[in-house]
């Protein structure tokens, strides 16, 4: 946790729904129902600028489906939110997005038949070039794209993906594909990124260098929200943890007070008995050596899938 | 078998007008389809319209340039008219709405309530409207022979349409080739493969299928142009089956490639021709009249289209490695 963060949310209460000193995104009263279920119920959250917030919550919590209205590639039966003081509800994704809240996918959308580094090119903002008069004239887009292939080779570097950089994102793994969409999402320098389970699949090896980036974003000033499964990662990098079940907010708090009220242990637990949340390690060195062989059996595995 | 006239025939078709004409069609084709992922299966509609548009705005005694203005304007404004209420939803029903709205703009124009001005189902006279664009030609009257080729100079099926029309292709592939490159083509192909990816990255999906359905829509309607140019306004010409052989155009030349279409379309007209010769010669009259290799020409592009999208879906000149990406 970073001191500035960890100073900004001393004062905040660990209840659902505190109110934060300088909150960037604010939600009220969102509902959303499919048919007879109710996967939303939010009666009010705030997340505070210039953290790492984590969403955890057992499986078909809501997690996917708020940040699906909250980006707006989903519209909720009630509910209103604000992103730095602008209501954004019922605005379409597309201008969410060039609000400064950019997402990433739980399912991964890689552009497959696109190479990585046109993946991150499209992720840029102020291309002139993607105006149809202007794109007929490349003079006037040129220079922005060298700009924007300079950031993107940056950026590709620094998540392990330069080599592949002329590679179809189809032939990626799971893995890159997961590093390459963040990537992408970042070649806008957006406000706050959510971030929808972004180590899933990710090989271990590369989670510490993830998580170090993410950290790194987070002291640039960027917000970041994220929904993930390990605890060790959520512990180890998150300011304030959000607890969904069934729809609803049930916890706040610093990731260890959280951890340790009764609640949602019985919320979260109760479909995770083996998951531990108390350890501090991230990982300690034998699961690392174990995830990091599992890892390389796999990426044998998709080579082979590949051919 | 006369070889020599087989091959001047066959040859022939490689430049002819309708060679031109489809070849263009499938140019704006390849702007839906090949590069933004739109299945607009009613291109003939945009053809048909832009025939319409030019021919009926000539008659009525407007320039040439202002008879070529209306076809576009009609083009746009169907190309709005069918988009609106379909971009917003998945890609089947762009399919669906664009079948039928070109068999309305068809049905609509061949129906007598339009006598007057569509001349409904016998269509309208080439004559009526090809003045203004036989005195824009340099050539003059008269035949001229290049090699074993004999056309006459500016009039219907002339050397002055065959150079309009290839100048047309060669700018529309310019275009094409200059669009596929830039920026804007990029999210095009974005969408192709997952448009909610590219909503996330902020970009408007709708305008841009909206814009890429409009400029190939028009595309369509100056090839409609160049193909009702050597011959008339037929509505039922210009139906289903152009939309289907525009598709097999595309498909067979390679969608999302700037030369596909026009490969394409030579390669489609010259071998269909070849088949008609060459069966008209080898085959007795007995076994199958002139009609009916006429009818089995067309099996034959049927069952090519079968196979190409089996074996090569790519094309001739598609990425085969760009195909290759199963999209997961
Ligand atoms: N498009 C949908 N149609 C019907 N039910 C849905 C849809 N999306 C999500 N749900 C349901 O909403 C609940 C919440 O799902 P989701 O937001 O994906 O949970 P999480 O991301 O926390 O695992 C689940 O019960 C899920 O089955
Ligand atoms: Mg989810």
New interface residues.
């Given amino acids: 946790m970073s001191a500035d963060a960890a100073t900004a949310l001393a004062g905040v209460p660990r209840t659902p729904g505190a109110a934060k000193p300088d909150p960037i995104l604010v939600a009220d009263d969102v509902v959303r129902r499919f048919g007879g279920i109710t996967a939303v119920d939010v009666r009010h959250i705030e997340v505070q600028r210039g953290t790492i917030t984590a969403l955890i919550g057992p499986n078909g919590a809501g997690k996917t489906t708020l940040f699906n209205l909250l ?1 707006g ?1 989903d519209r909720p039966n009630s509910g209103s939110w604000t992103f730095e003081g602008r209501s954004l509800g019922g605005v ?4 969410v ?2 609000a400064g809240m ?4 739980q399912l991964t ?6 190479t990585v580094m ?1 993946n991150m ?3 840029a ?1 102020d ?1 002139p ?4 008069v ?3 004239v ?1 003079p006037l ?1 040129r220079a922005r ?1 060298k700009e924007i292939t300079a950031k993107a080779e940056e950026l590709l570097d620094r998540f392990k993906l330069y080599e592949k950089r002329d590679d ?1 994102a ?2 990626l793994s799971g893995g890159q594909r997961k590093l390459l ?1 963040m990537a ?2 970042l ?2 320098d957006p406000t706050m990124v959510m971030l929808d389970e972004p180590m899933a699949g990710v090989n271990p090896a590369l989670t510490q260098s993830l998580l170090g980036h993410i950290q790194g974003l987070r002291d640039q000033g960027t917000t970041v929200l994220f929904v993930e499964h390990d605890m060790h990662m959520v512990r180890h990098i998150s300011d304030w943890v959000a607890v969904m079940a069934e729809g609803r907010l049930v916890a706040e708090g610093t990731p260890g007070t959280v951890m340790a009220d009764p609640a949602v242990i019985d919320a979260y637990l109760g479909a995770h008995h083996d998951t531990d949340l108390g350890d501090d390690a991230l990982l300690d060195e034998s699961v690392a050596r174990q995830l990091e062989q599992e890892a390389a059996a796999e990426a044998k595995a998709h080579e082979e899938e590949q051919r | 078998m006369d070889f020599e006239r087989i091959l001047t025939t066959v040859a022939g078709e490689l430049f002819a007008p309708t060679t031109a004409a489809y070849a263009l069609a499938a140019i704006g084709l390849n702007i839906h389809f090949g590069l933004t992922g739109l299945l607009n299966f009613g291109q003939a509609g945009f053809m048909l319209l832009g025939a319409y548009g030019f021919a009926v705005s000539t008659i009525a005694g407007f320039p040439i340039w202002a008879a070529l203005l209306v076809a576009v304007a009609c083009s746009t404004v169907f190309a709005l008219v069918l988009g609106i209420p379909t971009l917003k939803l998945r890609g089947d029903y762009l399919a669906i709405v664009t079948i039928a709205a070109a068999e309305i703009v068809r049905i609509v124009g061949r129906s007598t309530a339009l006598t007057d001005v569509t001349g409904a189902s016998s269509g309208l006279r080439g004559d009526s409207y090809k003045e203004t664009f036989h005195s824009l030609s340099p050539f003059g009257d008269g035949s001229s022979t290049i090699g074993p080729f004999t056309y006459s100079n500016s009039f219907s099926n002339s050397w002055w349409l065959r150079v309009v029309a290839w100048v047309v292709v060669a700018l529309a592939c310019l ?1 094409v080739w ?2 596929m490159r ?6 095009l ?2 969408i ?3 448009e ?10 709708y305008a841009y299928k909206m ?1 890429a359905l409009v ?1 190939g829509g028009v595309i369509g309607s100056i090839a409609g142009i160049l193909y009702v140019l050597p011959r008339a306004v037929q509505p039922d010409s210009m139906g289903r089956p152009m939309t289907f052989w525009v598709w097999t155009i595309l498909l067979l030349g390679g969608a999302a490639t700037v030369f596909g279409p026009v490969l394409g379309s030579m390669l489609f007209w010259s071998v269909l021709m070849l088949i008609r010769v060459v069966g008209r010669d080898v085959i007795p009259s007995s076994v199958m009249s002139t009609a009916q290799i006429e009818q089995f020409g067309w099996i034959v592009v049927g069952v090519t289209l079968m196979l190409l999208v089996i074996f090569r879906p790519q094309g001739i000149l598609g990425d085969k ?3 290759a ?4």
């Fill in positions: 980006t590639f379409p994704a597309a201008r997005s060039k950019v997402r990433t996918f959308k890689a552009l497959s038949r696109m046109e090119r499209l992720g903002k291309q070039g993607e105006s149809l202007k794109a007929l490349p887009w794209e179809f189809g032939s969409e992408r999402a070649m806008s | 275009l200059r669009l830039s920026p804007w083509g990029r999210v192909k974005g192709r493969e997952d909610d990816a590219v909503r996330s990255l902020g970009k408007n999906v814009q400029l490695k760009e195909l990406i199963n999209v997961r």
